[in-house]
């Protein structure tokens, strides 16, 4: 009995050993779980807190973001995707739909990027018609910057000119044989036209003519350009979008500078005009088959006063892009150092015919 007992006491003993030890181990669990739990809420107001902020800077990220799923459903991601989807909608467009470029909403432009992401595809939405409507008041202010330069380079053309009427009228006073007389003249005559070509330019460049503006098809002003130029029939050859409407006083002025100089560069020139609409705006390439223009000289080529012809002014290029800069539009040398100079001419299109243009035929 007495062993029995021992061992009673001795096991019961152990239990409550045990029991203790379970108890703190609970205890210890007990603590360690309130640890974590207290971990896991941190990290859950901090998670919460990044996908907030995230959120936020998304919203107002001032590019449109866009999610398309693999099922083609797309989810605006913020407000300015709403904004510019609602936008193309207006104009007929699924912004979310197109290919990466650029895509014209009326006066308004948007450049679309596409990501492709793990499952679905992100498209980003730019609103290019501020940073347009910028950059064009960035070339505005940028010009008085040149003033300086452009009034010495008046002076050094009106110059030369002058310098020749003078010398000639020199002569002239002591000349007596009648055959020396109207040579000096003529001489002089030469000098004041030229001086009078340089004057009409910059009144050109400094106020382009708006006042008699009227719109006709590109295949009207360009057979008006090679008229005005001189290039026979069959010199000019137009390719595509003929039918486009423009401008046509400011677009047959620019086409016919181009033109002089394509004669002037070769001897029978062979000159193609390609017409075509781009976001909303009419876009001609204008290249001849002459050697082209020098690298060097094409990042010049439209300043004032740049030519490399013996009696040129330099002007007729700067003239037209200040033409067309009036209009909205651009001028711009595409291949500068290859063979076959090509211009890019950019205007706005006429939405409307204006008064009927006086139709030309080029010459045989």
């Known amino acids: 009995m007495d062993v029995g007992a021992s061992e009673l006491q001795q096991g019961f003993a152990q239990f409550v050993a045990a029991a203790r030890e379970l108890e703190r181990s609970y205890a210890e669990l007990k603590a360690r779980t309130a640890a974590v739990d207290l971990q896991l809420q941190a990290s859950n107001r901090a998670l919460q807190a990044a ?16 999610t398309v799923r693999g099922d083609g459903e797309a ?3 913020n407000r300015e995707a709403e904004r510019l989807c609602a936008l193309g909608t207006a104009h007929g467009v699924d912004l979310p739909r197109q290919g990466p470029g650029e895509v014209g909403l009326g006066d308004g ?25 910028l950059e064009r008041e960035v070339d505005r202010l940028d010009r008085p910057a040149g003033l300086s330069e452009l009034a010495l380079g008046i002076a050094h053309e009106i110059k030369n000119p002058l310098n020749g009427v003078m010398g000639f009228a020199a002569l002239l006073e002591r000349a007596h044989d009648p055959a020396a007389t109207r040579r000096f003249a003529g001489k002089v005559v030469q000098g004041v036209r030229q001086v009078d070509e340089i004057v009409r330019a910059l009144l050109g460049f400094a106020r382009p003519d708006r006042t008699r503006a009227h719109t006709a098809t590109v295949a009207a002003i360009v057979a008006d350009a090679a008229l005005a130029a001189g290039l026979p029939a069959g010199r000019v050859q137009l390719q595509g979008q003929g039918d486009l409407r423009a401008d ?5 002025r620019v086409l016919a500078n181009l033109f002089r100089n394509a004669a002037e560069a070769t001897p ?3 000159v193609t005009v390609r017409a075509e609409a781009r976001h909303g705006r009419l876009e001609l390439l204008v290249r001849d088959d002459g050697p082209g223009v020098s690298a060097e000289l094409g990042r010049r080529v439209l ?17 037209s892009q200040r033409v067309l ?7 711009d040398l595409v291949n500068p150092g ?8 950019c205007l706005p299109m006429a939405a409307a015919a204006g008064p009927a243009p006086r139709r030309a035929e080029v010459p045989a």
């Open 338 to 345: 290859e063979p076959g100079a090509c211009f890019r001419v």
């Open 109 to 133: 432009l948007v450049r679309v990027r596409r990501v492709a992401l793990a499952d679905d595809e992100l498209v980003l939405l730019e609103d290019r018609s501020r940073v347009q409507e």
């Open 248 to 252: 046509a006083d400011a677009l047959a």
């Open 303 to 319: 300043e004032p006063f740049v030519s490399t012809k013996e009696r040129g002014t330099g002007l007729g290029l700067a003239l």
């Open 51 to 66: 996908l907030a902020e995230r959120e936020a800077i998304v919203a107002a990220l001032p590019l449109g973001l866009v």
């Open 325 to 331: 800069a009036y209009l909205g539009g651009e001028l």
């Open 75 to 77: 989810r605006c991601c």
């Open 268 to 270: 029978a020139p062979t």
